[in-house]
Nanobody, 125 residues
Framework: VQLQASGGGLVEPGGSLRLSCATS????????MAWFRQAPGKEREFVAA????????YYADSVKGRFTISRDNAKNTVYLQMNDLKPEDTAVYYC???????????????????WGQGTQVTVSS
């Protein structure tokens, strides 16, 4: 199983980035895919998720209206489009996958079986 996150970088406030998470080794279309992030000195927090069996999408309140999660089952890849970035969005962003998660458990990182290595996003002028 591999999850390879990419697309991070340095961007000015108000800018945009698109993260990608390319996966292999599991049946991607049957997995809920999520993004989490961890800022220095803070715990890892939920950002967004796309549930495979209902197509329901979930966002943390802090990113709602600015970030968009999407997936391409043909490419086994999940994306996170991030617009209007703020300095408080600075963090390492991780993608995660699970195929048994229920809706109430989606924001909790300990429920996910598979994790990518993370990609750094820095928002600064």
């Amino acid at each position: 199983v591999q999850l390879q996150a990419s697309g991070g970088g340095l961007v000015e406030p108000g800018g945009s980035l698109r993260l990608s998470c390319a996966t292999s080794g599991f049946t991607f279309r049957r997995y809920t895919m999520a993004w989490f992030r961890q800022a220095p000195g803070k715990e890892r927090e939920f950002v967004a998720a796309h549930k495979w069996n209902s197509n329901d999408i979930y966002y943390a309140d802090s990113v709602k209206g600015r970030f968009t999660i999407s997936r391409d089952n043909a490419k086994n890849t999940v994306y996170l489009q991030m617009n209007d970035l703020k300095p408080e969005d600075t963090a390492v962003y991780y993608c995660a996958a699970d195929n048994r998660i229920i809706s109430s458990s989606i924001p909790y990182d300990y429920n996910y079986d598979y994790w990518g290595q993370g990609t750094q996003v820095t928002v600064s002028s």
